[in-house]
């Protein structure tokens, strides 16, 4: 499946994904203005063996599908290891 992945001046650790017969205006108003000014930052051909950087191909794909986009959110921090710390300060 072909998409566009942007990112926002708002949300510079979020990506969006958006197939690629979605137009911008298809998306969302708030989710849009969450993001910001958006960027293009690379087209993608997903496919279910595709290896992604943050995510599972298959959810990008059924997301794109049935949404026409795909919220990334940043990477979570290892919560034991935040809490292991404040255990031991």
Known sequence: MN????????SPDKYLFVREDIDLSD?????????????VVTSLNISIDKKLAQ???T???????TQGFYLQMPKQQNSAKL???????
């Open 27 to 39: 998306i969302p108003k708030e989710l849009l203005h969450l993001m910001g000014d958006l960027q």
């Open 3 to 10: 998409c566009v992945v942007y990112k926002g001046d708002k």
């Open 59 to 65: 959810t990008v794909i059924c997301s794109l599908k």
């Open 83 to 89: 809490d292991s710390k404040s255990i031991d300060s």
């Open 55 to 57: 995510a599972c191909a």
